[in-house]
């Protein structure tokens, strides 16, 4: 059973940066994706960054240039380091985990089933 624990979010000034981690328990095959969500009030959940089981990223077109992920397989641990936010980038941000086979735009494929409780990000 994998578990995932997302931290580092908290409240900035629009221009300023902030890098989110989430690590994950518990046994995960070789070609386990992993990636971000967010989830405004009142809005869907929309998927920010992914990254697949060769470290190769993909990001929604909102925030390509600001926002990078990666991934410390070592530790099982993925991170997302956000440049330059804006308020829009407000949001509850969620770590996800499983395999796949691929991944585009922000999301992977078959979807995920694992996730975090998530971490809040406020930009003002």
């Known amino acids: 059973h994998v578990q995932l624990v997302e931290s580092g979010g908290g409240s900035v000034q629009a221009g300023e940066s902030l890098t989110l981690s989430c690590v994950a328990t518990g046994y995960m095959p070789s070609t386990t994706c992993m990636g971000w969500f967010r989830q405004a009030p009142g809005k869907e959940r929309e998927g920010v960054a992914a990254?697949?089981?060769?470290?190769?990223?993909s990001y929604a077109d909102s925030v390509k240039g600001r926002f990078t992920v990666s991934r410390d397989n070592a530790n099982n641990t993925v991170n997302l380091m956000m440049n330059s936010l804006k308020p829009e980038d407000t949001a509850m941000y969620y770590c996800?985990?499983?395999?796949?086979?691929?991944?585009?735009?922000?999301?992977?494929?078959?979807?995920?089933?694992?996730w975090g409780q998530g971490t809040q990000v406020t930009v003002s």
């Open positions: 990254i697949d089981s060769d470290g190769i990223a």
């Open positions: 996800a985990a499983d395999p796949c086979t691929y991944c585009s735009g922000g999301y992977c494929y078959p979807d995920f089933g694992y």
